[in-house]
């Protein structure tokens, strides 16, 4: 089956402008997160979708970041507009099942660099 | 919140045996990810344990003490595609996951 897929796998903007990451997930996964990894931090959780529904958005750092996963199908998450702090690696994982423990399935990130 | 400690980096020879150790202080537990993460690729899966003991799968082993808060995964017969940033992850009940900032493994021939 196909994985994770995200795009654009990098994307370099300037403060201000907007961005849109995409990510799909495996077909059939009800569940879909975001997480986020900043330079030398760690990998940290922003939000997670149930089908179409936001679960839980508790990660989400402030309202420049916008999450939709319209259908329940890809997700996009915006940030707009984008400051020098939200430069990072923007990781997309998604489950079939709550509580499955092989269930996450992680992308393979959009680097995104702000100038 | 939840604080996840593991080493920055570990070095060690092909054939040799690397233990990589994590520390965990965590509310509402509900089990233990091992990933692997190679640069630019996405963390894969390696292990979960959620009661303790061993979890063994070919040349990776995973324990897990949940009264000590404490992992470690183990890396028998290492080869040199075995270099990559080794994370651990602790889910909680609200299914989020916490990361430790990653361990990164080079083998050297």
């Known amino acids: 089956e196909a994985g994770v897929t995200q795009f654009p796998s990098h994307s370099v903007i300037e403060k201000g402008q907007t961005v849109t990451l995409r990510c799909d997930p495996i077909s059939g996964h009800d569940n879909l997160y975001w997480y986020r990894r900043v330079m030398g931090k760690e990998i940290k959780f922003l939000l997670h979708?149930?089908?179409?529904?936001?679960?839980?958005e508790s990660g989400m750092p402030n309202n420049r970041f916008l999450a939709e996963r319209t259908g329940g199908t890809y997700s996009t998450l915006k940030v707009q507009p984008a400051e020098l702090e939200d430069s990072g690696v923007y990781f997309c994982a998604s489950s079939q099942e709550f509580g499955q423990a092989y269930g996450y399935t992680f992308g393979s990130g959009t680097r995104l660099t702000v100038v | 919140g939840q604080n996840i400690d593991q080493p920055t980096e570990m070095t060690a020879t092909e054939g040799a045996i690397v233990q990589i150790n994590c520390t965990y202080q965590t509310s509402g537990f509900n089990g233990l990810f091992w990933y692997q993460q190679h640069a630019g690729e996405a963390p894969t899966f390696l292990s979960y344990n959620v009661l303790d003991g061993l979890e063994e799968k070919g040349r990776f082993s995973s324990f897990l003490s949940r009264s000590k808060g404490y992992s470690y995964l183990l890396l028998k017969e290492l080869q040199m595609k075995d270099s990559a940033s080794y994370l651990c992850a602790v889910r909680t009940n609200d299914y989020k996951l916490s990361f430790g900032a990653g361990t990164t493994v080079t083998v050297r021939a």
């Open positions: 979708f149930v089908k179409e529904s936001k679960q839980d």
